[in-house]
């Protein structure tokens, strides 16, 4: 689950990582057996897919596949 809805778009690679290291969490326990699908639908810097996959671990999930829909290369004015 999300925790909240910051905007990632304009923000350098600093603060998009700081937005997403406290973005997610997992309410259920996991089972370590089963691989876990996560999927974003644009990778810029790999924040979002960085925590999310670090609260599904904390969740107790083992096997974590990643897919992406879109690479968006960081914008050069908002490094």
């Known amino acids: 689950t999300r925790q909240n809805t910051t905007k990632q778009i304009g923000s350098s690679r600093q603060q998009r990582f700081e937005n997403a290291r406290c973005a997610f969490t997992c309410a259920a326990k996991l089972p370590k057996d089963q691989p876990i ?37 960081l914008d050069k004015e908002a490094k």
């Open 37 to 73: 699908l996560l999927i974003d639908d644009v990778f810029t810097t790999g924040a979002t897919l960085q925590y999310g996959a670090q609260a599904l671990q904390n969740a107790g999930a083992e096997r974590i596949w990643i897919a992406v829909i879109a690479r968006q290369p």
